[in-house]
C-alpha cells in the first residue's frame, strides 16, 4: 500500500477511492465538457451545453418514447448464426458473443409493442454499439417480425435506425436483407397502416439504402449524419469539395430528403401526433 493510500484511509473525513462512483461524469463526445451523469440523463442523453445528441440503445429509447407499462417487447425470431464460418482477425462468433456481453441484447434490432401518448406502435430500435448497428440476416428477421406484428396489431411500425450498414461478416446474406425489408415495407401498406422512420446518429450504408429511406413520414433527431456512402469517398469520386453540413440531418431537410428535424425532447409528442394523423385518415 502506498504512503498516500495509508493517509487517506488513516483520515476518516477523507472519501476513499471505493467510494466515487466511476460513472459520475459523462464528457461529451462533440464539445468535450465534463456532464454530471445524472444530468446527462435527465437531460435524455443530449448535451445541455451543445445540444449534442448522444447515441442511446433499445432500452433507453423504449422508456423515453413508450407510455409507463405499455412496453412488451417482441421476441426476435431464431436465425442461423455465422452462415459463412467467416472469420477476419476474429471468429464471427466470437464478435457477436462480445456484443452480446457488452449490450446485453442479442443482436442489433429490438421490436417492442406499446403505446405512445395513448396512440398504439410497434416500434424498431436498432443499437450502434452491437457492431455498429449493422444489418445482417437477424436483423432483417428482427424487421420482417416487426412489420408482422404492426400489422396483426393494426398500427404503425416505427423504425428508430442507427447503423454503419450491411454486416460484412454475412456477406451477400447482409445484402438480401435490402429487398426482403423492402417487400415488408410493401405489406405494411397493403394492410393500409404508417410506416414511420426516425433516423438518428449515424444511419449509413445499405440501411439508408433500403428501409431508412422508404418512411411514409421522415423524420430525424439534429445533427444525425444519414449518407450512403462516406464523404471522403463521394469528394474522390466526384473530384470536388462537399458542401458545409453536407448529410447531416438538417442539410437533407434544406433539400427536401426528409420531413422534420425534431429534438429528443419533442420526439415523443412529434410521434404520437405523426401517428394520431396518419391512422385518423386511414380511419375516415
Given at each position: ?11 476518516p ?59 412488451r ?24 458473443k ?9 443482436d ?7 403505446r ?10 436498432q ?58 415495407v ?33 423524420i ?65
Amino acid at each position: 500500500m502506498s504512503w498516500l493510500n495509508r493517509v487517506r484511509n488513516a483520515i476518516p473525513f477523507i472519501a476513499k477511492k471505493a467510494d466515487t462512483p466511476d460513472n459520475l461524469w459523462h464528457k461529451c463526445s462533440s464539445c468535450g465538457q465534463m456532464i454530471f451523469q445524472k444530468e446527462w440523463d435527465e437531460n435524455l442523453s443530449v448535451c445541455p451545453r451543445c445540444d449534442h445528441h448522444g447515441r442511446i440503445g433499445p432500452k433507453t429509447r423504449f422508456g423515453q418514447i413508450f407510455d409507463d407499462g405499455s412496453l412488451r417487447v417482441i421476441a426476435a425470431p431464431a436465425v442461423k448464426e455465422d452462415p459463412l464460418k467467416f472469420r477476419d482477425s476474429k471468429r464471427y462468433t466470437d464478435r457477436i458473443k462480445a456484443a452480446r456481453t457488452q449490450t446485453g441484447e442479442q443482436d442489433a434490432l429490438i421490436n417492442a409493442f406499446g403505446r405512445i401518448e395513448g396512440q398504439p406502435a410497434v416500434v424498431g430500435v436498432q443499437d450502434f454499439a452491437f457492431m455498429g448497428g449493422s444489418m445482417g440476416t437477424a436483423v432483417g428477421a428482427a424487421f420482417v417480425a416487426g412489420v408482422q406484428e404492426a400489422i396483426a396489431q393494426g398500427c404503425p411500425y416505427v423504425i428508430f435506425t442507427a447503423a454503419g450498414g450491411a454486416r460484412m461478416q454475412e456477406g451477400i446474406l447482409s445484402l438480401m436483407q435490402m429487398p426482403r425489408a423492402t417487400v415488408a415495407v410493401q405489406q405494411l401498406r397493403a394492410a393500409g397502416l404508417p410506416y414511420i422512420v426516425v433516423l438518428t446518429d449515424p444511419t449509413t450504408g445499405g440501411v439508408t439504402a433500403s428501409y431508412a429511406m422508404l418512411g411514409d413520414i421522415q423524420i430525424a433527431e439534429p445533427n444525425a449524419l444519414i449518407a450512403f456512402a462516406g464523404a471522403r469517398v463521394i469528394e474522390n469520386t466526384i473530384r470536388e469539395k462537399l458542401p458545409e453540413g453536407f448529410q447531416r440531418a438538417e442539410y437533407l431537410l434544406e433539400h427536401g430528403m426528409i420531413d422534420m428535424v425534431v429534438h429528443r425532447k419533442e420526439l415523443r409528442a412529434a410521434l404520437a401526433k405523426t401517428i394520431g394523423y396518419l391512422t385518423t385518415a386511414r380511419a375516415a
